[in-house]
């Protein structure tokens, strides 16, 4: 169960405690919480490479002035 999260009143209730919890952090701004552990959610495999694929893209684009990037076009551009 731990690696698989199933929807529950206590799964929904612990994933409640956890975001509380980082948001009294000073690192909240800079974590992003994603995948079935951090968003605490079955996601299926699509699912989780897509949301990882979109949680990339969000990262690099803060990281690179605040514009947004396209994983998938960056991964193209490496491939040259």
């Known amino acids: ?4 999260p199933f929807p529950s ?9 956890y ?5 009294t952090t000073r690192y909240a701004p800079q974590i992003k919480l994603a995948g079935r552990l951090g968003t605490y ?7 989780a490479i897509e949301e990882g694929m979109n949680t990339a893209e969000d990262v690099l684009g803060r990281i690179t002035s605040m514009r ?4 998938r076009k960056l ?6």
Do not use: C, F, R, T
């Not at 991964?75 to 040259?80: A, R, V």
């Open 41 to 47: 959610k079955y996601l299926n495999m699509d699912q």
């Open 68 to 71: 947004p990037v396209s994983i």
């Open 19 to 23: 975001v509380n919890h980082l948001k």
């Open 75 to 80: 991964m193209k551009s490496l491939k040259k």
């Open 9 to 17: 009143k206590e799964g929904k209730a612990k994933y409640a405690e």
């Open 1 to 4: 169960e731990p690696y698989y």
